[in-house]
């Protein structure tokens, strides 16, 4: 039989307990486990039990909309980074574009001063693709305020096409982030400067070179 400690939990409770902290510490998440999805209103879906929140917000005014409360598109512009760093992650290649977002159900929602926190998990490998599903939780309330059961990113090829990427199973480690041993990525430009002799000759589409 194994020996407690001052609080008469088992040691086998403990080192469960030290694992899980060193997990954390290793950057790996925090998982998403019955004992948690017990505490929120909204029961996760399916695998989102084993779902990883890595990422938490503070709610500031600036992310509020007209009735005071978060703001939906500054929620799914944080939801969408989130995801594309996800898929990168797991596919191993900054080159991955958002192809399709299921249905969007907003819950509840969240005010100034509130935390959240995102949660994503990897529910489908696909030649090319990667389906993943969402949930957004407000960590004062306990309430959760956004679901999305299927987000699907593109892996993509050095020529902008889909092309397949070679992995079935979620990592959970660091082994798949990719290593830049070239030039990044290269950028069209966003516009083309115009020089102008005179400047008060100017139009709109104009951009004035300082030189």
Not at 26 to 37: C, N, V
């Amino acid at each position: 039989m194994g020996h407690g400690d001052a609080t008469g939990r088992p040691a086998d409770e403990q080192t469960t307990d030290q694992q899980t902290d060193e997990q954390q510490e290793q950057g790996t998440g925090r998982a998403f486990t019955a004992e948690s999805a017990d505490q929120y209103e909204d029961r996760p879906l399916g695998n989102r039990r084993h779902m990883n929140f890595y990422s938490r917000k503070w709610v500031r005014p600036e992310d509020l909309n007209a009735n005071g409360t978060l703001f939906g598109g500054s929620l799914l512009k944080w939801i969408d980074e989130e995801a594309a760093i996800y898929a990168i992650v797991q596919l191993g290649n900054e080159r991955c574009v958002t192809k399709f977002y299921s249905e969007i159900n907003f819950v509840s929602s969240a005010w100034q001063g509130d935390l959240i926190e995102m949660g994503l998990v990897a529910t489908h490998f696909g030649r090319t693709s990667l389906t993943m599903s969402c949930m957004v939780r407000n960590m004062i309330t306990r309430k959760t305020i956004l679901t999305i059961d299927k987000i699907v990113f593109v892996n993509l090829g050095p020529d902008g096409k889909p092309a397949p990427h070679g992995y079935t199973e979620i990592t959970y480690l660091r082994d798949r982030i990719p290593k830049r041993t070239t030039a990044p990525i290269p950028r069209q430009p966003i516009t083309e400067v115009i020089p102008v002799q005179r400047p008060e000759e100017a139009t709109s589409i104009d951009i004035v070179d300082p030189r």
